[in-house]
């Protein structure tokens, strides 16, 4: 089966046939309009800079919005970025425009340089898909995140301890959607049992009795691989299971809410705000702080759960996996059992039903993290387009597990080694399926591998 084309151009192109459809027609509001006319001006000396100097021209941008890569269908920004003009953009007069704003002391020396090396590794991964319109959507895609850095840097955003996604005035959920779609090959991506999703969907709209309360809670015990997860979890599931990929509130470290790159992507997903405890003592005069914060926190997500249909996604290794410096082979990092049991016991007392799923994820290879553990913030980003893969197996029960265990700290142990192992058995199937060219027929009778979006 040939791979469908990222995106249909506006404008005269035919429609997408209906398998493409995207399951609802989201339109972005337009950029904000964060460039003076000062600022205008320097965009057109900018251009003239380049082109005096013998500068070539990429291929032009769409000028009046720009369309985004969906195998779902084909997503459109509205009202033309402020650096696009009748005549469109090319990319070396963004990466001018870029140094132009350090020159002018708008924008930090450190920040644009990570920005201009994520602009050509985000390229040279969105070229590789072939598809005849990548230049146009990676792009479009670099732009909208320029303007977004902009804009923070400017006005710096501050993260409650329980933040909800920004879709309005401009939706930064669609904007992290539409970044991370064209880094996935769709041919080789896979969900495991997405019946699951179908039934945790009903256990979160379930109303108790006759009662007014809200549905059950669903809480999703999780490797984490990437800064892109939760637009991973989101895509693989926004065909089949939209309300589950907009709905997901994610426990995140502060590192990708301080982290001027991260920052527009988790303004767009459900937060709950923790200090990770790897990074708890990477300065000792703030630990103090870091634990208050980390209270609030839970209280604010205590607040949610007694108001039920929650869906919370938490990785209790309290980061990313690493590949094993030994083999080079990436895995799950072990679970901490601190973790799975505070969340255990935070989801028990908010006296509504609650049910612990394994989610396994498989994405590294679209941007995996450093080697090691990082203390400063603003890592290297090197991205590819890959196959990914995520997968749950069935609800596993604290009671059922630890019936027969001596005490609690032996029953916390083995329910935690009882989700960590399920996760690494799902984990496994889905590196059959995307690594060993297996697809489909990696399934086992505990792991169904599906493609929903087809």
């Known amino acids: 089966m040939h791979a469908p084309p990222l ?10 046939p209906p398998w493409l459809a995207s399951p609802r027609a989201a339109i972005l509001a337009a950029p904000a309009r964060l460039l003076r006319s000062r600022r205008g001006a320097l965009r057109l000396e900018a251009k003239a800079a380049w082109r005096a100097a013998g500068g070539g021209r990429g291929p ?26 009748e005549e469109g953009l090319d990319d070396e007069v963004l990466i001018l425009h870029i140094r ?6 708008n924008l930090p020396a450190d920040v ?64 992290g959607q539409n970044y991370i779609r064209p880094l996935v090959d769709f041919r080789n991506s896979y969900v495991g049992n997405i019946s699951l999703f179908h039934d945790m969907e009903e256990k979160l709209r379930q109303r108790q009795g006759l009662s007014e309360e809200e549905g059950h809670n669903v809480v999703l015990m999780s490797n984490h691989q990437t800064e892109a997860d939760p637009a991973i979890i989101a895509l ?11 709905n997901i509130v994610y426990v995140a470290g502060d590192r990708v809410v301080t982290d001027p790159l991260c920052k527009p992507f988790s303004m767009g997903r459900n937060l709950i705000c923790v200090y990770s405890k790897k990074h708890m003592n990477d300065y000792p005069e703030l630990v103090e702080k870091k634990r208050r914060s980390n209270t609030r926190s839970l209280k604010e997500m205590a607040l949610l759960l007694r108001g039920g249909s929650q869906l919370i996604w938490i990785a209790p290794s309290g980061g990313r996996d690493r590949p094993d410096p030994s083999t080079g082979e990436w895995y799950p990092a072990p679970f901490n059992s601190s973790s799975v049991d ?30 090691q553990v990082e203390k400063e913030i603003g890592e290297q980003r090197v991205i590819s387009f890959h196959g990914v893969g995520i997968s749950v197996t069935e609800e596993i029960k604290y009671g059922d597990i630890t019936a027969h265990t001596k005490n ?16 690494v058995n799902q984990y496994n199937v889905l590196k059959s399926a995307i690594f060993r060219d297996c697809g489909a027929d990696a399934s086992n009778t505990a792991i169904s591998l599906s493609q929903p979006w087809l």
């Open 112 to 175: 644009a340089s990570s920005l201009e090396e994520l602009y050509y590794n985000y390229k040279n991964a969105v070229l590789k898909t072939g598809d005849p319109n990548a230049y146009e959507i990676m792009l479009s895609n670099m732009m909208a995140l320029f303007d977004r850095v902009m804009l923070d840097v400017q006005n710096p955003f501050t993260f409650p301890p329980y933040h909800k996604a920004i879709r309005e005035p401009f939706d930064y959920y669609m904007f």
């Open 100 to 105: 132009k704003e350090v020159e002018e002391g």
């Open 342 to 371: 505070n969340m255990r016991r935070l989801l028990e007392h908010a006296g509504v039903p609650g049910h612990i799923y394994p989610l396994s994820l498989l994405c590294y290879e679209v941007m995996p993290p450093p080697q």
């Open 236 to 246: 693989l599931l926004e065909k089949s299971n939209p309300w589950i990929s907009e």
């Open 60 to 85: 032009r941008v769409p000028a009046k919005g720009a369309v985004l890569a969906s195998y779902m269908g084909a997503e459109e920004v509205v009202g033309p970025s402020p650096l696009l003009d």
């Open 7 to 16: 995106v249909a151009l506006a404008g005269g192109a035919a429609s997408p």
């Open 408 to 423: 609690a700290d032996e029953g916390r142990e083995l329910f935690t080694d009882t989700l960590y192992s399920s996760v």
